[in-house]
Nanobody
């Protein structure tokens, strides 16, 4: 059983930057495909970015503004968000799976483990 804990959310002005982290425990972190999803108020949870053995993938709306990475030695993945927009306001969730995923649209159903989320609020 893998536990995921996000941190680093907060309030930022439009155009600003924020880095969120996700620390895993209870499993072999390097074996997992890791992803970030977000859920804005009144909307469904959507894929943002993911890192698998096939590569790194981003949804179109964040390409060029968000960069994800992982440090297997620290059991942690990161998401650096730049040029944030009010539309980026959401709860951001870390997710993990043993399935190798390819492409820029990751189904929520493929992710086996979820964190509780961290809120990112972008003010205009």
């Amino acid at each position: 059983q893998v536990q995921l804990v996000e941190s680093g959310g907060g309030l930022v002005q439009a155009g600003g930057s924020l880095r969120v982290s996700c620390t895993a425990s209870g499993g072999t972190f390097s074996s997992y495909t890791m992803g970030w999803f977000r859920q804005a108020p009144g909307k469904e949870r959507e894929f943002v970015a993911g890192l698998s053995r096939f590569g790194i993938y981003y949804t179109d709306s964040v390409k060029g503004r968000i960069t994800i990475s992982r440090d297997n030695a620290k059991n942690t993945q990161y998401m650096q968000m730049n040029r944030l927009e009010p539309e980026d306001t959401a709860v951001y969730y870390c997710a993990a799976t043993l399935t190798s995923i390819k492409g820029d649209k990751w189904p929520r159903a493929l992710m086996e483990y979820w964190g509780k989320g961290t809120l990112v609020t972008v003010s205009s």
